[in-house]
């Protein structure tokens, strides 16, 4: 199985931050990377897909880079909303796997 | 607007069954790949199953595999889990996702969950 890891776990942010997670993959997986915004109480919320293209709806502070085993999402400004848990997931082949969350909270 | 409603959820004993269910709308069910995700209480993220279009192929996680079964009825875009011999580890929240395209894994559409719990 492709074993995803996260970095950081949690950090804290203020609003208008500039926040980076990445995520690398146990092997090259391509650009079969997709993230997911996940409220408390909520189903996970599409962001980006095959690394870099970005869910209809979306607003565009969020952007995804990276291909092979890293990975970056990037929050260009952080606003209110955006405080969450944030998941990769690997589609590159099953059993499809996501990394264990980091969540940002406010500082 | 896609919606994906998820039912069948609720408290089961260990090594008995459950059956979930999810009514899509909002898109031609019958063209997407289809998948349940799980999540146990205070964890990550965790895919379970996947099923193509038609029905005629599917995948497993190894810690559902013999023991989860899942299908579909395109003519009721409906997606269900059939669930035995269930164990502790097995409680969680339960998603449906589609998936975007005929590709399976990227997922762009999640329902709102329903919870399982497997105790005794």
Redesign the interface.
């Given at each position: 199985d492709i074993q995803m890891t996260q970095s950081p776990s949690s950090l804290s942010a203020s609003v208008g931050d500039r926040v980076n997670i990445t995520c690398r993959a146990s092997q090259s997986i391509s650009s079969y990377l997709n993230w997911y915004q996940q409220k408390p109480g909520k189903a996970p919320n599409p962001l980006i897909y095959t690394a870099s293209r970005l869910q209809s709806g979306v607003p565009s502070r969020f952007s995804g880079s990276g291909s092979g085993t890293y990975f970056t999402l990037t929050i260009s400004s952080l606003q209110p909303e955006d405080f969450a848990t944030y998941y990769c997931q690997q589609s590159y082949g099953t059993p499809f796997t996501f990394g264990p969350g980091t969540k940002v909270d406010i500082k | 607007e896609v919606q994906l409603l998820e039912s069948g959820g609720g408290l089961v004993q260990p090594g008995g069954s459950l059956r979930l269910s999810c009514a899509a709308s909002g898109f031609t069910f019958s063209n997407y790949v289809m998948?349940w995700?799980r999540q146990a209480p205070g964890k990550?993220?965790?895919?379970v199953s996947?099923l193509s279009s038609s029905g005629g192929s599917t995948?497993y996680?190894?810690s559902v595999k013999g023991r989860f079964t899942i299908s579909r009825d395109n003519s009721k875009s409906t997606l269900y889990l059939q669930m035995n011999s269930l164990r502790a580890e097995d409680t969680a929240v339960y998603?449906c996702a589609k998936d975007?395209s005929s590709?399976?894994?990227?997922?762009?559409?999640?329902?709102?969950?329903t919870l399982v719990t497997v105790t005794s």
């Open positions: - | 998948s995700v990550g993220l965790e895919w996947g995948d996680a190894d998603y975007r590709t399976w894994g990227n997922f762009d559409h999640w329902g709102q969950g």
